[in-house]
């Protein structure tokens, strides 16, 4: 599509974010230089690589694969700093995970280079060895902080954080998963161990803020968005209230339709921005931040529906 036609028939709802409150006093630029990263996201696609038809009841017409890749194409023509990433929930919901077991997901979002993603409950639907089974299936990398594998056969290959350097700005991705007990039958688990998700981000973000003197700290979390019946469960509004150095919380397994992205304050009273776009891969979000050279970032959030 053309830039104009894109523009024209995509809809977005946006926001405009003043993250003048964030500490990033490791990022050191030029005097009168704005440098912008653009963060593309979604969750919960569940091997929804088709449209919706025409007469589905809530989302005609919606989604699919192939309009996800020309959207994030033509954004990356437009815009040369681009990470896309995705909260977990790959798997699980059409017969096209029935029949492939997942080969099919991973290889279609490895053509549209995505970034990095974390681990769903549902990705564990084919057992813990099924997924093991698709990793090579995937260009990307899974990240997730309190799952511990060690006994299992994803022992070293997830591991619990990445980190980018774009263009002068380093971002530290971190991944957080739900309680799999539960939800997901042991034996597909099996010596997969749950760690305290607040616990784990503590430690993994004042690493990437302290030690690795990362510019931005992003979490991939497959936690839920909130839990208003259970107001004291882990959930991406608890987990920004109760820890620090998080800039950004991209959300995942509630399947939460977020018009624009939510600010929740941290322990120091520090912004923090959270954003979940649904799921099926009807939406994309995107969040672009702008660092100048007095150390101030801001930020824009758009939900982009496909």
Known sequence: MKRRDFIKNTAAS??????GALSLSSFQLATNTTKKLTILHTNDTHSQIEPFPLNHPKTPNMGGVARRAAIVEQ????????????AGD?????????????????????????????IGNHD???GITGLYGQL????????????????????????????????GIKVGIFGI??????????RYYKETKYLDPVEIATDITTKLKDVEKCDLVICLSHLGFEYKNEPGKI???NLARKTKNIDLIIGGHTHTF?????????????????????????????????????????????????
């Open 124 to 126: 564990f639907d084919n």
């Open 75 to 86: 954004i990356r023509k437009v815009e040369d700093n681009v990470l896309l990433l995705d």
């Open 258 to 306: 977020l018009d624009k992205p939510v600010i929740e304050k941290n322990l120091d009273g520090q912004e923090v921005i959270i954003n979940q776009v649904g799921a099926f891969g009807v939406n994309l979000g995107r969040i672009d931040f702008f660092f100048d050279s007095k150390e101030k970032v801001t930020a824009t959030g758009k939900k982009i529906s496909i």
């Open 14 to 19: 946006t926001s405009l974010l003043g993250l």
């Open 136 to 167: 090579p299936n995937a260009s990307f990398e899974f990240v997730s902080a309190n799952y511990d594998f060690k006994n299992t056969v994803l022992d070293t290959l997830v591991k619990p954080y990445k980190i980018f350097n774009k263009k």
């Open 235 to 237: 959930s991406d509004i």
């Open 90 to 118: 790959i798997f699980q919901g059409t017969p096209y995970f029935n029949y492939y077991g997942g080969e099919l997901e991973f290889k279609l979002m490895s053509m549209m280079k995505y970034d990095l993603a974390t």
């Open 177 to 186: 998963g739900v309680e799999l007990y539960g939800l997901v039958d042991p």
